[in-house]
C-alpha cells in the first residue's frame, strides 16, 4: 500500500525560500523505474505539475519554474524534498507530492501561504 | 510556451455519454505524450482515473476510458452518474516536463 504525505512551513515570506518534504512507504526510490513528483495547486486553480524525481536520480523541472526550483532524494529515509527559492504571494498553493511511475497515488496535500 | 487546451465547462445528463479533450498547441497529441486523466472533485485530492492514453487503474469506473480522438487525446464518460460531477484535468508529456491542461468543469444536469 502506497502513501505519501507531505510537511513543511504553512506560511512563508517573500522572496525567502520553501522547503517541502514528501514522506512516502510502500515503495522504493532505489528500486528501478520509480518516481516521485510534485505537483501544485493555487486556490480554485488549475494543477499544476512542477517536478518530477528518478530512481536513478535523473529529474526534470516545470520550463517556467526550473530556475527556482530543486528536487532531490533520500533513499534511506524515504523521502523527496522540493525546495523553491525567492516565493512570491503567486506560489500560495495547496502543494502535492505524487508516485509518478505512473501518476496513481498523491499526499493529502498542504497548503502553503506566501504573505509577509 | 506549451500549452495544453481544454473545454473549459460541459454539461450532461444523466445517463448520457460526453466526450473530454486534450489538445496541445504543438500539434497532434499522439500516445508519445502519454496522457493522463485526473478527477478532482470541491475540497478533494485529485484522483487519478487513466494514464499513458487509455490504461486505466485498479478503482477506475469502467464507464470512464481513454482515447485519442483525432489530434487531441479523450475522455468519454458513459452512463454518467450524479456523482461524476466534477473538475477534469489531463496531463500531457513533453520532452523534459510535463504540462497539466486548465481543466474541464463537468456538470451532471
Redesign the interface.
Known sequence: QITLKESGPTLVKPTQTLTLTCTFSGFSLSSSDERVGWIRQPPGKALEWLALIYWNDDKLYSPSLKSRLTITKDTSKNQVVLTMTNVDPVDTATYYCLHHSPIDYWGQGTLVTVSS | ??VVTQEPSLTVSPGGTVTLTCASSTGTVTSGY?P?W?Q?KPGQ????LI??TY?K?SWTPARFSGSLLGDKAALTLSGVQPEDEAEY?C?LYYS????????TKLTVL
Open positions: 510556451q506549451t502519454y493522463n485526473f478532482q485530492v485529485p484522483r487519478a494514464y499513458s490504461n487503474h484535468y496531463l523534459g516536463a510535463w504540462v497539466f491542461g486548465g481543466g
